[in-house]
């Protein structure tokens, strides 16, 4: 079974640096690039960037650029979400999505097509 | 905020069929194939409709999805009570390089 086990809730303090994680099972790890997405609570998905974990090439969307970093242990089929500084605004549910990508009778596409179960990040001032 | 919109609710009555809109642009539905997700709240994200209108293995054929130009629908028939949670749109935008998701939108079986 193709799963993505993410690690456990974090409660944590502003300033304090956190690193999360998100364990590939299933498949081959290096050939699908993962995705960190947030949920702040009642809030919508947003997309935060992603990692080739064949070569640890990572991108990230402009809103989050800078402040966190994406990282990824191929060895251990394991991806990384971390910050060097929390902030409250931080807070919120992290998941990571396995993407699938290539072409399909002429178009190209992008399934998110496995998901973690979410890691809950708390941060307190 | 989301670069696709979506409506912040519907809702129906049990046995009827609802719709949910999500409106993009060319960068992204325009040119790019639409996702649907149902999330209960508490849980992640679960694919409901891949690529426009493909089903995944599990999801009923009560759910169906299509396309046109920048804008997306999802279709909910037979509406049953367990159907009540939010339902996000995604898809891939070239100028952002990146996904975009709808705000979600909020399913209430009256």
């Known amino acids: 079974e193709v799963q993505l086990v993410q690690s456990g809730a974090e409660v944590k303090k502003s300033g304090e640096s956190l690193r999360i994680s998100c364990k590939g099972s299933g498949y081959s790890f290096s050939r699908h690039w993962i995705l960190w997405v947030r949920q702040k609570p009642g809030k919508g998905l947003e997309w935060m960037g992603r990692i080739d974990p064949s070569d640890s090439y990572s991108d990230y969307s402009p809103s989050f650029e800078g402040h966190v970093t994406i990282s990824a242990d191929t060895s251990i089929s394991t991806a990384y979400l971390q910050w060097p500084s929390l902030d409250i605004s931080d807070t919120a549910m992290y998941y990571c999505?396995?993407?699938?990508?290539?072409?399909?009778?002429?178009?190209?596409?992008?399934?998110?097509?496995?998901w973690g179960q979410g890691t809950k990040v708390t941060v307190s001032s | 905020q989301f670069v696709l919109i979506q409506p912040p609710s519907a809702s129906g009555t049990p046995g009827q069929r609802v719709t949910i809109s999500c409106s993009g642009s060319?960068?992204?539905?325009?040119?790019?194939?639409v996702y649907w997700y149902q999330q209960v709240p508490g849980t992640a994200p679960k694919v409901l409709m891949s690529r426009n209108d493909q089903r995944p293995s599990g999801v009923p054929d009560r759910f169906s999805g299509s396309k046109s130009g920048t804008s997306a629908s999802l279709a909910i028939s037979g509406l049953r009570s367990e159907d009540e949670t939010d339902y996000f749109c995604?898809?891939?935008?070239?100028?952002?390089?990146?996904?975009?998701f709808g705000g979600g939108t909020k399913l209430i079986v009256l």
């Open positions: 060319s960068s992204n539905i325009g040119s790019n194939y």
């Open positions: 999505a396995r993407l699938d990508s290539g072409w399909n009778f002429g178009n190209y596409y992008y399934d998110m097509d496995v």
């Open positions: 995604a898809a891939w935008d070239d100028s952002l390089g990146g996904v975009v």
